[in-house]
């Protein structure tokens, strides 16, 4: 007959007990099937070291400044068009994605560039500064036949396009576009590109504001102001801006124009009217010309 297996004893089977591997415990989940706090807390981690890494966070700090400087009225509409026009901003992507033609390209960072400029007044001077900055990396991006940095021919066409969009009649800013441009094969400077920018935008400005002194002499019937009431304006302006002479800045002169009040402008007026001089008609053009030409008489000539 075969022997029956002896049991051991109780001793020797908790010694075996103790023997066995022991087993992982499962992950701890709460009642709804959800990870717990302390897992959770890990993959969040996980998930700002990911945003981190690949730039979001950085990216997204910044979009955030750029609202906070310029404050803009619509501020989702804002940052759609901030993130739509990031692209193209660094010399590391001038190759990467090339269109076929150089000059969609360019015409592409031309309208980043301009973007970038218009972000802040030039009276907010940090703000407007930084997104010089910005617009001259954007404009200096490097293709794979072109090195970095930014040509006289950009540069021009940019202040061309500053000046068309801002609606100011050619004849007015042509003279300061030929003194503050460069050759096309020049080298532009970041401080260049700086002065040029803010003058542009500066000059603009003043002619809006030369526009409203002229609605204010112009005769509705005749749609053109008389020519004392107009030349008498223009002498006040013009002593104004010799005022401001020790200041070289463009704004300066902008800031002088504007000192102009009611007072100083009635007077000049009322002088006109005392002269009782032949007169002629003065358009609105000719007014434009001559009070765009004393301030770009201030302005330096590049070079």
Not at 10 to 29: G, H, I, T, Y
Not at 43 to 72: I, W, Y
Not at 163 to 179: I, Y
């Amino acid at each position: 007959m075969a022997a029956l297996p002896v049991p051991l004893p109780s001793a020797k089977m908790a010694a075996l007990e103790k023997r066995r591997p022991a087993v992982a415990p499962a992950a701890s989940f709460t009642d709804s099937g959800r990870p717990s706090v302390s897992q959770a807390a890990t993959t969040a981690e996980n998930e700002e070291d990911f945003l981190r890494q690949v730039g979001v966070t950085k990216m997204l700090r910044a979009a955030l400044l750029k609202v906070l400087e310029a404050r803009p009225e619509e501020p989702i509409s804002f940052l759609a068009h901030y993130f739509e026009n990031m692209g193209l901003r660094s010399p590391a992507n001038g190759g990467a994605g090339e269109p076929p033609g150089q000059l969609l390209l360019q015409q592409q960072r031309l309208g980043r560039a301009l973007w970038h400029l218009r972000l802040a007044h030039h009276s907010q001077r940090t703000a407007f500064n930084n997104n010089v900055g910005v617009a001259y990396e954007c404009l200096s991006a490097s293709g794979r036949k072109k090195k970095p940095g930014l040509d006289g021919r950009t540069y021009s066409e940019l202040l061309k396009r500053i000046c068309r969009d801002g609606e100011a009649p050619e004849e007015v800013v042509a003279p300061l576009l030929r003194k503050i441009q460069c050759r096309d094969h020049e080298a532009v400077p970041l401080g260049v590109f700086r002065a040029g920018m803010l003058t542009c935008f500066v000059l603009l400005e003043f002619v809006a504001r030369a526009g409203a002194l002229y609605r204010l002499l112009e005769d509705p019937a005749l749609a053109a102001a008389d020519r004392r009431m107009g030349q008498a304006v223009l002498d006040t302006l013009e002593g104004a801006l010799q005022a401001g002479d020790r200041a070289a800045a463009p704004a300066r002169y902008l800031e002088a124009g504007s000192r102009l009040g009611p007072d100083s402008l009635a007077l000049a007026m009322d002088r006109a009217l005392v002269a009782r001089r032949p007169s002629s008609a003065m358009t609105r053009e000719e007014f434009l010309e001559k009070a765009a030409a004393l301030f770009i008489a201030k302005v330096k000539p590049v070079g």
